[in-house]
Nanobody, 122 residues
Framework: QVQLVETGGGLVQAGGSLRLTCAAS????????VGWYRQAPGRQRELVGE???????KYSDSVKGRFTISRDNAKNTVYLQMNSLKPDDAAVYYC????????????????WGRGTQVTVSS
């Protein structure tokens, strides 16, 4: 099955840290640009940051300096390290890849995971 699976969400106190993981299933051989997005209740989904295949990163102003995205291409896994968490960071966090290299010479596009919930208590 072709999947991106986010894990690592949970409940944390304000000021704490969490590390989210976005893991690609076995049928996915490679990921191109991977973005982390979040969506809080009643709000639009927003881009938190992204990392390209070479490891270059971009972040939204709201998380710059607190969140770090990294990737392990050998494991087809992308991480989101979140430090100094605030109540406003509470949301469902999703990973997204613009292009996936699949087995059998196929390609997938615009692929989302199902999300992981992050709750930050004040």
């Amino acid at each position: 099955q072709v999947q991106l699976v986010e894990t690592g969400g949970g409940l944390v106190q304000a000021g704490g840290s969490l590390r989210l993981t976005c893991a690609a299933s076995e049928l996915i051989l490679g990921l191109n640009v991977v973005g982390w997005y979040r969506q809080a209740p009643g709000r639009q989904r927003e881009l938190v940051g992204e990392i390209d295949s070479g490891g270059s990163t971009k972040y939204s102003d709201s998380v710059k300096g607190r969140f770090t995205i990294s990737r392990d291409n050998a494991k087809n896994t992308v991480y989101l390290q979140m430090n100094s968490l605030k109540p406003d960071d509470a949301a469902v966090y999703y990973c997204h890849s613009d292009r996936l290299e699949l087995t059998g010479g196929r390609w997938g596009y615009d692929f989302w995971g199902r999300g992981t919930q992050v709750t930050v208590s004040s």
